[in-house]
Nanobody, 125 residues
Framework: QLQLVESGGGLVQPGESLRLSCTASGFASASYSVGWFRQAPGKKREGVASIYLDDGSTFYEDSVKGRFSISRDNAKNTVYLQMDNLRPVDTAIYYC??????????????????WGQGTQVTVSS
């Protein structure tokens, strides 16, 4: 089973940036879709962005388009989420998740099989 570890969360002010990292214990190949998700207190887990490791294709939820950017470094088994112009509504625990796939998988949590423990992101003045 794949093990995923998120890092990079923290407390920032509105308008500031953070970069989250998701490092895997080892992908068997590049045929994985990796997604970032978030869950705010009292709310359902929602998708943020996903990337297909093989070709680097990406998907973004409308709420983060133009502010967040997902990327990968296959040599380091790491996927990043660059978050710019953060807003208080972005406050949540951020999780990464992965699944083997033949192509990019959009960010439906039910479609992902392996999950990290999450990292807290708090945006507050």
């Amino acid at each position: 089973q794949l093990q995923l570890v998120e890092s990079g969360g923290g407390l920032v002010q509105p308008g500031e940036s953070l970069r989250l990292s998701c490092t895997a214990s080892g992908f068997a190949s590049a045929s994985y879709s990796v997604g970032w998700f978030r869950q705010a207190p009292g709310k359902k887990r929602e998708g943020v962005a996903s990337i297909y490791l093989d070709d680097g294709s990406t998907f973004y939820e409308d709420s983060v388009k133009g502010r967040f950017s997902i990327s990968r470094d296959n040599a380091k088994n790491t996927v990043y989420l660059q978050m710019d112009n953060l807003r208080p509504v972005d406050t949540a625990i951020y999780y990464c998740a992965a699944r083997r796939a033949a192509s990019l998988v959009v960010t439906f949590p039910e479609w992902y099989s392996d999950w990290g423990q999450g990292t807290q992101v708090t945006v507050s003045s």
